[in-house]
């Protein structure tokens, strides 16, 4: 009875009432506190699944975007995965750019397609008449197929072998030189600055030769060239020679005596590949033509293009004109016009058809070459510099074991400094692929 008494009392005062209140209000501030730490835990949770959400978009090209918009130029870029053609990245694919030195992809597609590169050589043939051991009465024609290895050093050891072989000490006539095979006149390619250092191209090539300075023709400069290298050779074996050298064509009802042979055009393509050779590009190129028209006396750039525009149509359905514009086989050309969608289609169909194989034909970081040491991991491609276009095509294996083709194009930047070098923003998305595709 006096415990309910002290209970009741308890209850009533006024004081016991504030406790009991204030035990209700803590409570409270106690259930609140839990809503406000569940509230910051899910915004936490959010913003870290906002944050990976935007590094997963920054796999699939937010970085490079960056770097495009930055870039003073006008860019195009394709990568795809070689093995199932998915899109990994593309911005402006389907523009036509100034190709530069990628032209050589399609110099390359097309021999390997109308040529068995592992036999094809380039003969240099000699006629002449000899009734008496030693000596060659009359002329001696030597007729070139547009060879384009032959350097000065090369040259010397053709006219060696042909002095050894025929013990020749006397030649009665001139050394007549037929450079026709390619119209002699288009010495220069089409669409190539009239006015710049290029090579110079004919049936008779010296290698390296080039326009050494501004003058109006450089029109049997180089076949002259040869002819002087080879009977300077002559007269150091001891031959003498009545006559001088000079152009011509090769007289009917002769006789092949020598036919000299170049390397096979599976090296010469390597060699134009890695190095990024002009010369050896244009005079295959040409060569294309000679091929498909065995008939004709002079092939021209014109049959040449033709002979181009056919494989590039029957490999990879591009019309001449209509989806593209090429000109010449070695990319000097401001009339060429390609997409980089062109450019990773003819590489896919390159490896597709010679798989890994085709990649001996291409520069890589590894070894000599364009790229060599560029970037810190493999890659083999082709490299393209003009004073206004920059490029890059090949293909890769990425950090994560993903096999991929790719096409970079630049055109219309200004080099000023470091900052617009477009090689360094081509190594820059490449760096990229490699450790985020």
Same mark, same amino acid.
């Given at each position: ?10 209850? @009533? ?36 699944? *906002? ?136 010495? #220069?390619?089409?669409? &190539? ?20 300075? @501004? ?104 019309? &001449? ?21 062109? #450019? ?8 597709? /058809? ?17 790229? /060599? ?13 003009? *004073? ?14 993903? &096999?991929?083709?790719?096409? #970079? ?29």
């Amino acid at each position: 009875m006096e415990r309910k008494i002290i209970e009741n009392l308890y209850k @009533k005062t006024p004081k016991n009432k504030y406790k009991k209140t204030f035990i209700m209000k803590t409570g409270k501030e106690k259930s609140l506190k839990l809503k406000y730490k569940i509230i910051i835990f899910l915004l936490s949770f959010l913003i870290c699944v *906002s944050l990976l959400i935007g590094a997963a978009g920054a796999g699939t090209g937010t970085d490079i975007r960056e770097d495009i918009n930055q870039f003073p130029g006008f860019s195009g870029i394709l990568i795809k995965d070689l093995n199932t053609q998915e899109v990994l990245f593309s911005h402006n694919e389907d523009k036509l750019f100034t190709p530069a030195s990628l032209t050589k992809i399609f110099t390359l597609l097309a021999a390997l397609e109308i040529f068995d590169e592992e036999q094809y050589a380039y003969p240099t043939s000699f006629y002449f008449s000899s009734t008496t051991p030693g000596e060659i009465n009359g002329d001696l024609y030597i007729v070139g197929s547009g060879d384009p290895t032959q350097s000065p050093d090369v040259i010397r050891k053709i006219a060696d072998a042909l002095v050894q072989k025929f013990n020749i000490n006397h030649i009665s006539g001139d050394i007549v030189l037929d450079n026709s095979k390619f119209l002699p006149e288009e010495f #220069l390619g089409r669409g &190539w600055m009239w006015d710049d250092k290029n090579p110079l191209i004919g049936a008779l090539a010296v290698m390296g030769d080039k326009v050494k300075e @501004k003058q109006n023709s450089y029109l049997n400069t180089m076949p002259l060239l040869w002819g002087n290298i080879f009977s300077q050779e002559l007269s150091k074996k001891g031959v003498k020679t009545k006559g001088d050298f000079r152009i011509g064509k090769v007289q009917g009802g002769l006789k092949v005596k020598y036919i000299y042979y170049s390397d096979t055009l599976d090296k010469i393509l390597a060699y134009m590949m890695k190095k990024s050779d002009n010369q050896s590009a244009e005079n295959i190129f040409r060569t294309l033509a000679s091929e498909d028209n065995p008939e004709v006396v002079s092939t021209t750039i014109a049959q040449a293009i033709a002979s181009l525009e056919e494989v590039i149509d029957t490999t990879l359905g591009l019309k &001449w004109g209509k989806d593209y514009i090429l000109v010449d086989g070695c990319g000097l050309s401001e009339y060429n016009l390609m997409t980089p969608a062109h #450019l990773v289609n003819a590489m896919t169909y390159l490896y597709r /058809k010679y798989d890994f194989k085709i990649l001996d034909y291409f520069a890589n970081t590894k070894e000599g070459g364009t790229l /060599k040491e560029r970037l810190p991991f493999q890659v083999w491609g082709k490299t393209g510099t003009l *004073s206004s276009a920059s490029a890059l095509a090949g293909i890769l294996e990425t950090k994560n074991k993903r &096999w991929v083709v790719f096409c #970079l194009i630049e055109n219309n930047f200004i080099f000023i400094e470091e900052d617009n070098d477009p090689k360094i923003f081509e190594n820059r998305i490449i760096e990229y692929i490699y450790e985020n595709l």
